[in-house]
């Protein structure tokens, strides 16, 4: 599988052969149970609420039991009451979900090769600009026609482009390392740069090595 290779002025100059790490055959089960996955290990699950043993008010009868006209009242952290505590309320607890290597690894590619079918990869060579500022990372959008969309940059340890594209709403920027599934499949496209599909390369061959 060829895709064209772009320039920073968004000229074609040529094209490379894509791994096979674009071409899986994608499972939307596996997707889902690591996206699902995902989106639960960043919760914090600090929520809770006070149950009424918990809730700052005195023990003391409100009033007496008869006589005053009013209902039976034992205590005012009672859960009818305004401001008493909470039935059943949410409690602390731990969302996180281990998704196994292979699973992860698999779900990349799947992603990747979700991406590539529907013609999203744009490959580029370099992603980079000549000064740190804003107004280059824009001119590269610009040129590679891809403004208006949620587009993800696949880099290598590129600093200066991280910096200079973070002010940029619905774009984002992130090393190899750090991408996985949801990343890929959050954007409308993604621009890699031409040195990462040589490292997905060179580390496919590695694993096949194993």
């Not at 791994?19 to 996955?37: M, R």
């Not at 009242?73 to 409690?91: D, E, M, T, V, Y």
Request: charged share 30%; hydrophobic share 40%; aromatic share 10%.
């Amino acid at each position: 599988m060829e895709t064209a290779v772009y320039n920073e002025k968004g000229c074609e100059k040529g094209k490379i052969k894509l791994p096979n790490f674009f071409t899986s055959k994608v499972s939307s089960g596996l997707l889902h149970e690591f996206i699902t996955a995902y989106l639960g290990n960043q919760r914090s699950g600090t929520h809770k609420t006070k149950t009424r043993g918990e809730v700052a008010f005195s023990g003391a009868k409100p009033w007496k039991q008869k006589g005053t006209g009013r209902a039976r009242a034992g205590q005012r952290n009672s859960p009818l009451w305004r401001k008493g505590g909470i039935i059943f309320g949410p409690r602390p607890r731990n969302y996180y979900v281990k998704m196994p290597k292979l699973k992860k690894r698999l779900s990349l590619s799947m992603a990747f090769s979700a991406q590539f079918k529907d013609g999203n990869i744009v490959v580029v060579d370099p992603v980079k600009v000549s000064e740190i500022k804003t107004k280059k990372v824009l001119e590269l959008i610009k040129n590679l026609k891809i403004d208006e969309k949620k587009i993800l940059f696949i880099i290598c340890n590129n600093l200066d482009f991280k910096v200079a594209s973070r002010n940029i709403k619905n774009v984002m920027v992130e090393n190899f390392s750090n991408i996985n599934a949801y990343k890929v499949l959050w954007a409308d496209k993604l621009v890699i740069d031409f040195e990462v599909i040589n490292l997905i390369r060179k580390k496919s061959l590695l694993n096949r090595k194993k």
